[in-house]
């Protein structure tokens, strides 16, 4: 079977040979990874530190290959301090851990901190031809194969908190309603023309992203969510099945964001993700929300993955075929880039069982 | 409860802050005690945000602005309360982990805690076990709270509490954690006194903390 062929008939939620598999990490991680598969360095293509190579993806028997625009491939650029194209300030931090030293790129400087700030501030152009790139050789060279992935995360919410300040931005939402639509149309406007475009150039889906769950519930309140957020977000997914009615819509929010899940298959979302299992209960997700709605992910990152064992990570996997992803429906990977922290054996045991657990009657 | 107290609390709930300085000054003014304005306005005032919070009908964005207005009131009344003699109902020592630069779940916990009365010392984010020692020891404190999102990041709590023990520190401290991958189970095993699941119930935790 073709890896486009078992994501879609996953996503039609029909039963291929075995569950179709997404995984990244972070370039500590995959630079492990290279070293134990014996796979030269290629170059990195996944958005938000991502460490992945397609060569990597490839060697790993991966089924969607993922191509980025936007404001989310800004992170990792450099160890040392710099500003991003869209004036946002980054500065790495070092994180130890038992298999070495890593690090993240957070956000050190905030070009619309000042309210008045807006009014003179030019984003950068989603129309250079040079953005697309990467897409236009993804296509030409993996489509035939694998299920591509335009990938527009940060979407309009987490792109207009790293231009305003985290903090700065919540309160808006309560204190300064102007703004805050002001504000979530920059990446919003940004992010759709891209998204059209990749879309134009025939992605087989498109994932966006913004992060609205804490742990344990959501980060705003529903209400807040359906006044800023769900109507940019129902015009996107609209905007983008007038181009391509097949194109599949995916979206990314960590943490706890079961209020809204009605409202998002209501607006035409095909895809949820990553299914953190210590926020939302897969089996209760699947049982609610299952007939109008896949999922991607659900391989606990915060507990299984890097503190777990191999035979706790097995165990998990078939777990998640056996009910998220219960005739089909599922794409199964980490919650979240696998972390440096995590065993490689751990890494191997979700892989393995993968690749080779057959869904059952197929 | 003096009316403009009582016009105090509910515009700190709902987070109306110019309104809550103009009334703290006006309270003041008026010959209403520091105290009285903390313990009957701004504390409690806090406690119906941490119980909204919990019910689900306050989410992070309301209680920052709640917690905002309640820190204008606080800092008017600060000089008062000194001259007062109030003394806080314990000293907290807290920040972000080394190697973690998350910080609105710990800088909740610290309004938080500030609003139920702890004087709280915020040391920021990425923290080392060294810059805690020293702030335990130099302010004399009564909990180090430990904050991290990160499951790369979280084991600095252990060197953390390790670093106290070296110093001699662990004994008379007692030390609280949070952030998403946290969990009981794993405040247990590290050794930590408390653990809480979001700001509002931090605060039960460190008053039972302080009061074992």
């Known amino acids: 079977m073709k890896h486009r062929e078992r994501v879609l008939a996953a996503l039609n939620n029909e039963t291929p040979d075995r569950c179709p598999m997404q995984v990244s990490f972070t370039p500590e991680f995959a630079q492990r990874l290279r070293q134990d598969m014996n796979l030269a360095s290629d170059k990195l293509h996944n958005p938000h530190g991502g460490g992945n190579t397609y060569e990597l993806e490839r060697a790993l028997g991966e089924d969607l290959l993922l191509t980025s625009v936007g404001w989310a491939n800004s992170y990792y650029q450099d160890v040392a301090d710099y500003l991003d194209e869209w004036g946002i300030g980054w500065h790495s931090v070092e994180y130890t851990t038992p298999y070495g030293v890593g690090r993240y790129t957070e956000f050190s400087h905030h070009p619309l901190a000042e309210d008045d700030a807006i009014n003179t501030y030019q984003p950068p152009d989603p129309n250079r031809p040079e953005l697309y790139q990467e897409a236009e050789w993804v296509l030409r060279t993996f489509k035939d194969e694998y299920w591509i992935v335009g990938v527009t995360v940060t979407t309009m919410f987490e792109c207009a908190w790293a231009l305003r300040g985290y903090e700065r931005m919540l309160t808006d939402l309560a204190l300064k309603p102007e703004l805050a639509e002001q504000l979530l149309d920059i990446p919003y406007q940004y992010h759709l023309t891209a998204a059209k475009k990749l879309t134009q150039m025939g992605v087989d889906m498109i994932w966006i992203g913004d992060d609205v769950g804490a742990q344990n519930t959501m980060l705003i309140s529903p209400k807040m969510w359906r006044k800023f957020l769900k109507p940019r977000m129902a015009n996107f997914i609209a905007e983008l099945k007038s181009i391509n009615p097949q194109l599949k819509v995916a979206y990314h929010s960590d943490g706890n964001i079961y209020p809204i899940i009605p409202d998002l298959i209501e607006i035409g979302l095909d895809i949820l993700n990553p299914i953190q299992p210590a926020s939302m209960d897969p089996t209760q997700l699947k049982r609610d929300f299952g007939d109008h709605l896949c999922f991607w992910g659900s391989i606990d990152e915060q507990h299984t993955l890097p503190f777990g064992t191999p035979a706790d990570v097995k165990a998990e996997v078939l777990t998640r075929l056996e009910t998220l992803g219960k005739n089909g429906g599922l794409i199964l990977g980490p919650t979240h880039h696998v972390q440096l922290d995590t065993p490689i054996q751990n890494f191997w045991a979700m892989i393995n069982t993968i690749t080779d657990t057959p869904y059952s009657g197929s | ?212």
């Open chain 2, 1 to 212: 409860m003096e009316a403009i107290v009582n016009e105090i609390y509910t515009n700190v709930v709902e987070g109306h802050n110019k309104v809550v300085i103009t009334k703290v000054q006006a309270a003041l003014d008026a010959g209403v005690a520091a105290p009285v304005i903390l313990n009957e306005g701004l504390i409690p005032a806090m406690t119906e945000v941490g119980r909204l919070f919990e019910e689900g009908e306050y989410f992070v964005p309301e209680m920052l602005i709640a917690a905002r207005a309640m820190q204008s009131g606080l800092a008017i009344l600060k000089p008062h309360l000194i001259e007062s003699d109030i003394k806080s109902i314990g000293k907290v020592v807290i920040g972000t982990v080394k190697g973690d630069l998350h910080d609105i779940g710990k800088n909740l916990v610290a309004m938080m805690l500030e609003g139920a009365g702890f004087e709280v010392i915020d040391l920021g984010t990425d923290v080392t076990p060294e810059k805690f020692v020293d702030a335990t020891r130099d302010k004399s404190a009564h909990i180090v709270a430990l904050s991290a999102l990160l499951t790369t990041t979280m084991q600095s709590m252990t060197a953390t509490i390790q670093a106290l023990q070296n110093a001699g520190l662990r004994e008379q401290v007692k030390v609280m954690i949070g952030g998403a991958p946290i969990t009981q189970e794993y405040a247990n095993m590290i050794g930590a006194d408390g653990f809480a699941t979001d700001a509002s119930r931090a605060v039960a935790t460190a008053k039972a903390l302080v009061l074992q």
